[in-house]
């Protein structure tokens, strides 16, 4: 119901099915003029592709989690869950000229004008009248300016001005409190919540807008959207994990493994941008609410991120799985192929976002440093500890699914498993003495 987010979340899925698109033919097409680009210096000199060593850093790494499972698993879930605690004190709104550096224009004005008329000169509401069903509009309208001077909280008001046929009024109330005062959110409610009884005694209808209100407003829509959004989201996914996983307990996991490092990240944006700190070490100047559309941002695109994560790494483990491995061996394996991919993607997506963290506008400021934060929580804490603890305690658990979900999920066999079967059952087919005659 934002227009703003609609516009940024259709453009972002289109841009994500045209990199699909890509993938899946322009790629293949310039890998079939250059078929050994892709390839080492040694597989292009030997002529055949060298599986990499047992022993490299995923592999180790996998190890020592497997010798340890459950001190690796609280304490990823206590650190993660330590830095998420500032969640439960999330203040949204929309920062303005108080949010800028002291050193431009906009931002000595707005303290120059707070000093001299107080802070909510600054954001006025903006509050409109319909008096066309009033007996007499300019009375309706001077009793509705009358409630709201008495409001507390509201210091003055502008003479109002009628529109050429009398019936429309418009006039500013400027609030005690700064825009991003939560007094000033309580103003507004209480205002809006006084509405009707004023409107009945005097037959007219009357709105409060204006930035300071509209900012309010935005706050507080995506403050209740967010908890819908992540449960669509977050479920999508695990459907869509089961299909590819065959299992149960593999995407609750991975579930449960991205709520940790959105909460944790999004706890590290309000100890910082909102508590203040290490804020100085960031460069920022204001403390005040966190972006309104910043947890949006935040699960959106982390969540895109991390399930690639999850799929490079668990997708492996599916495989080794299935095709003999212990579910020991099968985390070993995972790590000793995708670890490496998945460090080398998150280094790079925490060096794009943290770009942004040098940037003037505390907003963008905010957002690089929210994302790098999410992307470093979820790649170097829960997909490589988190993830394989939880699979070492689970065991041959994690692959676990109930008989009657696998018959309605649709089969899709990423790893192989049916070539596999087939090929152990052909010898069988192929060898005389077990074959029986053919029936004609």
């Not at 698109?21 to 680009?37: C, K």
């Not at 000199?45 to 989690?65: C, D, L, P, Q, Y």
């Not at 994990?241 to 579930?255: D, E, G, N, T, Y």
């Not at 804490?381 to 041959?396: D, N, S």
Request: cysteine-free; aromatic content about 6%; charged content about 15%.
């Amino acid at each position: 119901g934002i227009p703003m987010l609609t516009t940024m979340g259709l453009a972002a899925a289109g841009a994500v099915i045209v990199g699909v698109l890509i993938a899946l033919t322009l790629v293949p097409a310039l890998l079939g003029f250059w078929p050994n680009a892709v390839l080492s210096r040694r597989s292009r000199k030997h002529g055949r592709i060298t599986e990499g060593g047992a022993n490299n850093g995923g592999s180790r790494w996998a190890r020592f989690v497997l010798r340890r499972p459950l001190p690796v698993l609280l304490l990823s879930v206590m650190g993660l869950g330590t830095l998420a605690v500032p969640v439960m004190d999330l203040q949204l709104g929309m920062p303005g000229a108080e949010a800028k550096p002291t050193s431009t224009t906009e931002r000595r004005a707005y303290d120059d004008l707070a000093k001299g008329f107080g802070p909510g000169f600054n954001g006025p509401l903006t509050i409109v009248v319909d008096a066309k069903a009033a007996a007499n509009p300019k009375t309706a309208v001077t009793t509705i300016e009358k409630k709201i001077k008495a409001t507390d909280g509201i210091v003055s008001l502008s003479p109002a001005r009628f529109n050429t046929a009398g019936d429309t009024a418009v006039f500013s109330a400027v609030p005690s409190t700064a825009p991003t005062d939560t007094k000033t959110q309580d103003l507004v409610k209480t205002i809006r919540n006084e509405r009707p009884a004023t409107e009945a005694s005097t037959h007219a209808e009357f709105e409060v807008t204006g930035t300071t209100a509209l900012n309010i407003d935005v706050a507080h829509k995506t403050q209740n959207a967010l908890i819908p959004y992540l449960i669509v989201v977050v479920g999508l996914a695990i459907l869509l994990l089961m299909v590819v996983f065959r299992s149960l307990l593999v995407p609750i996991k991975a579930a449960v493994g991205f709520l940790l490092s959105v909460l944790a990240a999004l706890g590290s944006v309000v100890a910082v941008f909102q508590w203040g700190w290490l804020a100085s070490l960031l460069g920022v100047e204001t403390t005040g609410p966190i972006m309104s559309m910043m947890p949006i941002f935040l699960v959106g695109i982390v969540f895109g991120l991390a399930m690639d994560y999850e799929v490079f790494l668990v997708a492996r483990m599916r495989e080794a799985y299935v095709h003999g491995d212990s579910p020991s061996q099968a985390i070993q394996s995972g790590f000793r192929h995708s670890a490496r991919v998945v460090v080398a993607a998150a280094l790079i997506m925490m060096a794009v976002f943290s770009g942004f963290i040098g940037a003037d506008e505390s907003m963008i400021k905010m957002i690089g440093f929210g994302l790098a934060t999410a992307v470093m929580f979820d790649a170097f804490i829960v997909r490589m500890a988190f993830v394989p603890a939880a699979l070492a305690l689970l065991g041959k658990a994690a692959w676990w699914i109930p008989h009657r979900l696998d018959r309605i999920l649709p089969k899709v066999d990423i790893e192989g498993q049916a070539l596999t079967h087939q090929s152990a059952i052909a010898p069988a087919h192929n060898d005389p003495t077990t074959r029986e005659p053919a029936r004609i």
